[in-house]
């Protein structure tokens, strides 16, 4: 997000979030680390606890959305951030897969690690789907779908396919360059995805806490 | 343990007594490709003639049994522990992969559990002779790692490889995996760039897709070797989803040179050392 380098400040109301515009702040523990080469080499406990602290010490104040980046796979990580925001509200998880199998069955155990802790899935992406050689406009598919992709994985354990974003190196070059890939690239093929899936995001969010209001 | 003493000393040292060289495959990030390095890693040194087995320590997201089509296998018992499954070339494989109950099932354990779990694939497993143990990592610098490395210690550890994809939000990530290493006392055999440039097969235009060169110059900024770029190849993919033998069947395909390049690499150090 063009912002390494960045140190958390502290307040009396917490640690403050790292401001990339004014309404979008960031905290992370690549904050925390006084070098890129720094490695935060810890067992479980110690990182449940940073956990911790990220959700109870960070004065994020009024906020619309919290997106929460994960690592990959079912760990301490996984177990302790659903457990400390259960008593706030996890709208649900967003999964990312790609296209092959030897993707999709590390998915499919995600998403029975979402049942079993009872978090609701918002929808699946399936991301690096396909891609479009500029110069002869050939489409190959690099990580072939040869089960047939996140779309029949979807049909099967009923979860929303939420879209599937297009390979282009232009994304990879505005993450390393901390720029805002919608932005650079406001006419790509990724990009019209990636609008697609963030509005079924929020209309799936708006929807359910329109459906809690009415509850409560 | 059964047996009387000796038997028990000799069940205790056959673990991984009989391994000469284990090479750990690790990366700071996630789905760089270590799966498949470690898979085309083990078939290349197979071909080369070498007696080769596999240890899968991504316990969250085990993929080697399914790119060496043995994910339908289960696991015996011997009075030495734990057989491993015999893969693809004659391949010794083990996995969490082989020990759930259905394939879909999620492994969300904390830290203790696993680390017993991996304690016990070096310990319990029947390895006997081999040239080479390769060992799959989950990403990052997590219990899994500190676990199999104190676990492998006592052992023929060659080092560690590295792979990385070549933008710099991995590579960022690997020069912490680096100083896990470092601090762990891990020699580094190298670092590999993966998904390094992908030709398109119906025009021949190159696309960095995931950008070009972080890799290799990582490894020139940290004094480390660079074992090479493996180009995107839609057909190792392919491969990999049916679990068949790349090396084997795909001399001609564009991730081939690069590939054995490493394991030739790898052997060449082997023999050093030796």
């Known amino acids: ?216 | 343990m059964r047996g009387g003493n000796m038997e028990e000393t000799a069940g205790e040292r056959a673990s991984l007594a009989g391994v000469r060289h284990i090479v750990l495959v690790l990366s700071g990030k996630g789905g760089v490709g270590k799966s498949t390095l470690c898979t085309e890693l083990a078939l290349a040194l197979r071909h080369a003639g070498k007696r080769v087995g596999i240890l899968d320590v991504d316990l969250c997201g085990p993929s080697i049994p399914r790119m060496l089509r043995a994910q339908d296998s289960a696991v015996h018992q011997c009075d030495s522990g734990w057989v491993p499954v015999f893969v693809g070339q004659d391949i010794a494989l083990m996995s969490i992969g082989f020990l759930l109950e259905r394939p879909d099932d999620a492994v969300v354990w904390r830290g203790p559990k696993k680390n017993a779990l991996i304690k016990q694939f070096v310990t319990d497993v029947a390895w006997g002779e081999l040239d080479f143990l390769i060992v799959d990592t989950p990403p990052g610098t997590s219990d899994e790692h500190i676990s199999t490395v104190e676990a492998l210690r006592p052992f023929q550890l060659l080092g560690a490889v590295l792979v990385t994809t070549p933008q710099a939000v991995s590579v960022g990530d690997v020069r912490r995996e680096l100083t896990f290493c470092r601090k762990a006392g891990l020699q580094i055999l190298g670092i590999v760039e993966n998904m390094s440039g992908f030709v398109c097969p119906h025009c021949s235009e190159c696309t960095n897709i995931f950008s070009k060169g972080g890799g290799e110059e990582l490894a020139k900024h940290t004094g480390v070797p660079f074992l090479g770029c493996v180009p995107l190849d839609p057909q190792l993919s392919q491969s990999l989803e049916e679990g068949r033998d790349f090396i084997q069947e795909f001399p001609k395909s564009s991730a081939f040179p690069a590939l054995t390049h490493i394991a030739q690499q790898i052997l060449d150090t082997s023999q050093r050392s030796s």
């Not at chain 1, 302790?80 to 996890?90: D, E, K, M, T």
């Open chain 1, 1 to 216: 997000m063009g912002l390494e380098g960045e140190q958390v400040h502290q307040s009396g109301s917490g640690w403050s979030p790292v401001y990339v515009e004014e309404n979008l702040g960031v905290m992370s523990a690549g904050f925390l680390l006084s070098s890129p080469d720094d490695a935060v080499i810890w067992r479980g406990p110690k990182k449940n606890g940073l956990i911790k602290q990220f959700l109870r010490d960070v004065d994020w104040g009024e906020v619309d959305y919290l997106i929460v980046d994960t690592p990959p796979g079912t760990s301490d990580e996984h177990l302790s951030i659903v457990q400390y925001l259960s008593a706030a509200h996890i709208d649900g998880a967003v999964i990312i897969t790609t296209p092959q199998e030897v993707s999709l069955q590390d998915v499919r155990k995600e998403i029975n690690f979402c049942h079993k802790v009872k978090l609701p899935i918002i929808g699946v992406v399936e991301n690096m789907s396909g891609f479009v050689c500029p110069k002869c406009k050939n489409e190959s598919q690099i990580f072939p779908p040869t089960t047939g992709g996140a779309e029949k994985m979807c049909q099967n354990l009923s979860v929303s396919l939420l879209g599937k974003v297009p390979l282009d190196p232009q994304i990879g070059k505005s993450c390393d360059r901390g720029q805002s890939f919608l932005a650079e690239a406001p006419e790509s093929p990724a990009t019209l995805s990636y609008r697609n899936i963030i509005q079924r995001i929020q209309e799936y969010c708006e929807h359910h806490h329109l459906q809690e209001e009415k509850i409560m």
